[in-house]
């Protein structure tokens, strides 16, 4: 049974950092992909950040340079953790962010994860 939690959401001035995880239980190293993934009010949901077999990631061109995607793998394979540091905050940044894991390699698209989160919320002020 795969699980996706995700934590770390919360209020923030402009320019400021946050840093976003997502416990993910049930995934097996190297045959996951997990993205992060963010809506705004009004907006469709978009990708952010992958990260998936050997470490390669994966991100959208709004974030590049100021988001850092990683993972920390627990408990023998039975458990990781995927961060999202998100540095540089815009007001543009504001969203639900949320984690989604799918079988294979990083995709774009909403559709091609089976798995999400319940998504946590991140607002940055101007």
């Known amino acids: 049974q795969v699980q996706l939690v995700e934590s770390g959401g919360g209020l923030v001035q402009t320019g400021g950092s946050l840093r976003l995880a997502c416990a993910a239980s049930?995934?097996?190293?190297?045959?996951?992909?997990v993205g992060w993934f963010r809506q705004a009010p009004g907006k469709e949901r978009e990708f952010v950040a992958g990260?998936?077999?050997?470490?390669?990631?994966?991100?959208?061109?709004s974030v590049k340079g100021r988001f850092t995607i990683s993972i920390t793998i627990y408990r023998d394979n039975s458990e990781k953790t995927v961060s999202l540091q998100m540095n540089s905050l815009k007001p543009e940044d504001t969203a639900v962010y949320y984690c989604?894991?799918?079988?294979?390699?990083?995709?774009?698209?909403?559709?091609?994860?089976?798995?999400w989160g319940q998504g946590t919320q991140v607002t940055v002020s101007s």
């Open positions: 049930g995934l097996t190293f190297g045959a996951y992909a």
């Open positions: 989604a894991a799918r079988i294979g390699r990083i995709m774009v698209t909403t559709d091609s994860y089976d798995y």
């Open positions: 990260i998936a077999n050997g470490g390669r990631t994966y991100y959208a061109d």
